[in-house]
């Protein structure tokens, strides 16, 4: 568990045989919550949509951070924050 990254690629491959709703970015980031834990990190589960640019439906997205920094590249790529855990 010393090396995050490395579990981060194993859970990636893995993540369409987790027994989760929702897409692989969530599957994996559950996973990797506890994993992370595990080695010191204090993670945080990220949730955030960003709205259908036409008629549609928005997108869900789910991701990890290990620091408080601001989400520049979240917010450029125009997810808005849903919840933080």
Known sequence: LADPQRW???VGRL???LPVDGGPCLRRSLVLL???ARCGLEPRLELAFRPAAEEGHGEGHAWL???P???E???AAGWRPAATF
């Open 8 to 10: 981060s690629g194993y």
């Open 65 to 67: 951070t290990t620091d």
């Open 15 to 17: 993540a369409g045989r």
């Open 69 to 71: 920094g601001p989400r």
């Open 34 to 36: 506890d994993l992370h």
């Open 73 to 75: 590249s979240a917010a």
